[in-house]
């Protein structure tokens, strides 16, 4: 087997792109400058070739900034957006241009006549375009320098460093060097052993976070590594807490600068990406944004997810994709690089409350407020089952309220509806397990979670109580009151 050689100058390329990618401008500079190689990508070569086109300069500039082009290239792109300036009679911008920028230094000392003749442009009293142009006009040197410049540039994948780093760790696993499922310390180069945990259910109320008298919380999650804990409320503000204290983190410098991640309207929902990193958030007025958790940067903004409020939010494995319900009885899923809405699924006749993908991707399922749950082909967005959990005690149908994926067996879901009962369902609609509070009357389930393992099954009550069942012997096992 032939040894795969790998370019230096490509590793530093790959480590250039996360510096861009992560808002770190000195480092890659730095880096550019020190090791002469440069980046010269842009994320998409007929964007950046329109917005040439369409003269939108302050565009343009800052991705010039970072690109290493051949000085007469810039100088062709400098000197049509000093003729624009002048033409737009912005000319302290034009003046900037052409006497501050380094190109522009360079035709003065190296191409006098040519800068000279912009300079005359700059102090007349009116601009003409046959004289800026001669035989040409903007619309050919805009295309020209379009051209020019995009054979200079390449389109890449986002985000490569970490897609390779996530590759090799796969095929570690697919070789069996790394156990599936196990925390990875990177740095280290070793797998985190952890002793194999019983799974108990939680017998102590460790700290209750109270909300001003204005606010209440609609929603909350913790993040898959078990770092942060994030509330979402009816303010519009979303907030992120330190469990062991029960007070907010102010280790993330956004928050302990009082700037938190926010909405204009309430906000319903949010959910983690798998590694952490990003968090979703959906508001009142249809609206879904994206974080990064530990910078409280806004990633993405979907103004126009839905035409009503946003119920729930699941990111996909990958976390290129987010699936969203809403009070408009749909289901959506956005792509996150786009920002548009890439499915949709339609056919709920009232609010649709949860959403989830199933545990390979093809397959979505929903929770609705018409009683039943659907499941949809992703692919075809059509919908290949609907059921509806057995009634309640008190008789007639209720709304769903979530639908969960059970860890132990991937074509099983765990459907809580607002009744005494939670259910273990195929994906065909027949009923597996089922649990109950044994109470007729106040004791409906609102909200409900599993264990990571699948051993527990935890559900709160309209009687402020959290019933913890054993999924093993179908009994509930422990009684909690909240408050």
């Known amino acids: 087997m032939s040894t795969l050689e790998i370019e230096a100058r490509d590793v530093i390329k790959i480590?250039?792109?996360?510096c861009k990618e992560n808002?770190?401008?000195?480092?890659?500079?730095?880096?550019?400058?020190?090791?002469?190689?440069?980046?010269?990508t842009v994320d998409s070569?007929?964007?950046?070739?329109?917005?040439?086109?369409?003269?939108?300069?302050?565009?343009?500039?800052?991705?010039?900034?970072?690109?290493?082009?051949?000085?007469?290239?810039?100088?062709?792109?400098?000197e049509q957006i000093v003729l624009e300036m002048i033409e737009l009679r912005e000319l302290d911008?034009?003046?900037?241009?052409?006497?501050?920028?380094?190109?522009?230094?360079?035709?003065k000392q190296e191409q006098p006549e040519?800068?000279?003749?912009?300079?005359?442009?700059?102090?007349?009293?009116?601009?003409?375009?046959?004289?800026?142009?001669?035989?040409s006009s903007k619309e050919k040197r805009r295309s020209q320098i379009a051209q020019a410049l995009a054979s200079e540039v390449t389109v890449v994948p986002p985000s490569r460093l970490m897609a390779l780093i996530g590759q090799s760790l796969k095929w570690q696993q697919h070789q069996g060097l790394l156990p599936p499922g196990t925390q990875f310390d990177l740095f280290r180069g070793t797998a985190a052993v952890k002793a194999d945990e019983e799974e108990m259910y939680p017998t102590t109320l460790a700290h209750t976070i109270k909300f001003g008298k204005q606010s209440h919380p609609e929603c909350a999650r913790f993040s898959p590594d078990g770092q942060y804990l994030v509330s979402c409320s009816v303010d519009g503000f979303i907030e992120v807490w330190d469990y062991i204290s029960g007070k907010l983190k102010k280790d993330l410098q956004y928050q302990a600068d009082d700037s938190?991640?926010?909405?204009?309207?309430?906000?319903?929902?949010?959910?983690?990406?798998?590694?952490?990193?990003?968090?979703?958030?959906?508001?009142?007025?249809?609206k879904i944004k994206v974080w990064r958790i530990r910078t409280g940067q806004c990633l993405r903004r979907l103004e126009r997810a839905h035409s009503q409020g946003v119920t729930s939010l699941s990111f996909s494995r990958d976390g290129s994709q987010l699936l969203s319900t809403s009070f408009d009885s749909t289901a959506r899923?956005?792509?996150?690089?786009?920002?548009?809405?890439?499915?949709?699924?339609?056919?709920?006749?009232?609010?649709?409350?949860?959403?989830?993908?199933?545990?390979?991707?093809?397959?979505?399922?929903?929770?609705?407020s018409d009683c039943t749950v659907k499941v949809w082909d992703v692919k075809t967005t059509d919908c290949i089952q609907t059921f509806k959990p057995p009634p309640p005690l008190k008789g007639g149908d209720v709304s769903v309220n979530s639908v969960h994926l059970f860890p132990k067996n991937s074509e099983h879901i765990v459907v809580c509806n607002k009744a005494s009962s939670i259910y273990i369902m195929t994906l065909q609609g027949q009923v597996v397990k089922s649990f109950s509070s044994g109470k007729r009357e106040?004791?409906?389930?609102?909200?409900?979670?599993?264990?990571?393992?699948?051993?527990?099954i935890y559900c709160v009550g309209e009687d402020r109580n959290i019933y913890c069942f054993s999924q093993q012997s179908g009994k509930l096992e422990h009684l909690m009151k909240l408050c």
Not at 47 to 71: C, E, H, M, Y
Not at 265 to 282: H, I, K, N, P, Y
Request: negative net charge; hydrophobic residues 40%; charged residues 25%.
């Open 45 to 78: 070569l007929e964007t950046f070739v329109a917005d040439i086109n369409s003269g939108r300069w302050d565009v343009i500039l800052p991705q010039v900034a970072q690109l290493k082009l051949p000085r007469k290239k810039l100088e062709d792109l400098y």
């Open 114 to 135: 040519r800068y000279l003749r912009l300079e005359h442009l700059l102090v007349r009293t009116y601009f003409d375009p046959r004289e800026a142009y001669h035989e």
């Open 260 to 286: 938190f991640m926010m909405h204009d309207d309430a906000v319903l929902c949010v959910d983690f990406s798998r590694d952490s990193e990003m968090l979703a958030s959906g508001s009142q007025d249809g």
């Open 93 to 107: 911008t034009a003046r900037a241009i052409l006497r501050q920028t380094q190109a522009m230094g360079f035709m």
């Open 333 to 368: 899923i956005h792509g996150l690089k786009s920002g548009k809405a890439l499915k949709e699924f339609r056919g709920h006749t009232s609010y649709v409350n949860d959403a989830i993908f199933t545990s390979d991707g093809g397959r979505v399922i929903t929770a609705s």
């Open 442 to 456: 106040g004791g409906d389930f609102v909200a409900a979670c599993i264990s990571p393992k699948g051993e527990w």
């Open 23 to 40: 808002s770190l401008h000195q480092t890659f500079q730095t880096l550019q400058n020190e090791c002469q190689v440069s980046l010269n």
């Open 15 to 18: 480590v250039l792109q996360f």
